[in-house]
C-alpha cells in the first residue's frame, strides 16, 4: 500500500510511470464496482476509463488525507450520473430507452438528413482540429477510428500497454471535444 500512495505523490508530479502504476493497481477494483453498478461490461469499462482520466487530469487536487479509492469510486459514481443525466436530455432529439436499473442504454442512431449535412460540413473542420492536437494524440485517434484497430491492436503497434492506450486515447478525444467547442462558444 505504501508502494501506491509513493505512487501517487509521483503522479501528483507528473510522472508518467505512477499513473500506469495507479491505474495497474486500481482497475480491478474500479471495474468491479461499476459492473456490479451498471451489470455492463462495456458500460463498466467506458465508465472506468473516463474515471481514470478525470482523476489523472485533476491528480493535483487529490488530498492523501482520504483515501485514494474513495476519491475514485466518487468520481466514478459522478461519471455514471452524468451519463444517465446526459441520456436523458438527448431523449428530447433522439429516441433513448434506459432500463429501470440504469444499466443498459439504447439509442436510436439513425441520423436525420440535417445531421449528415452538418456532418460532412463539419469534417474538414474536425480534421484540422485533430491535426492540432499532439502526436501522440493523433497517432492513437488516426490508428482507432481512421485505421479501425481494436485496443490490443494498437497497443502492439505502439508497445505500451493496453490500459494506456484506452486512456491515451479516452484523452485524445477530451481535447479534441475541448477544441471543437471552443469554436462553438
Known sequence: ??????AIKRAQDQEQKAFNEIFNFYWDYL??????RTANRELAEEISIRTFARAFD???TFDDRYEFK????TISKNIHNDLIRNENKKSSLKTISIDED???????????PEE???SNQSLEAT?????SLKEDYRKILQLRFFED???????QKIDQPINTVKVKLLRAKNLLIDKIQEDIE
Open 116 to 118: 449528415i449535412l452538418i
Open 58 to 60: 485533476r491528480i493535483e
Open 31 to 36: 471495474f468491479n464496482f461499476q459492473l456490479k
Open 127 to 131: 480534421l484540422n482540429k485533430i491535426k
Open 149 to 155: 484497430l481494436s485496443y490490443k491492436e494498437i497497443s
Open 70 to 73: 474513495t476519491w475514485l469510486s
Open 102 to 112: 440504469h444499466s443498459t442504454i439504447k439509442m436510436d442512431s439513425h441520423p436525420s
Open 1 to 6: 500500500m505504501k508502494d501506491v500512495q509513493f
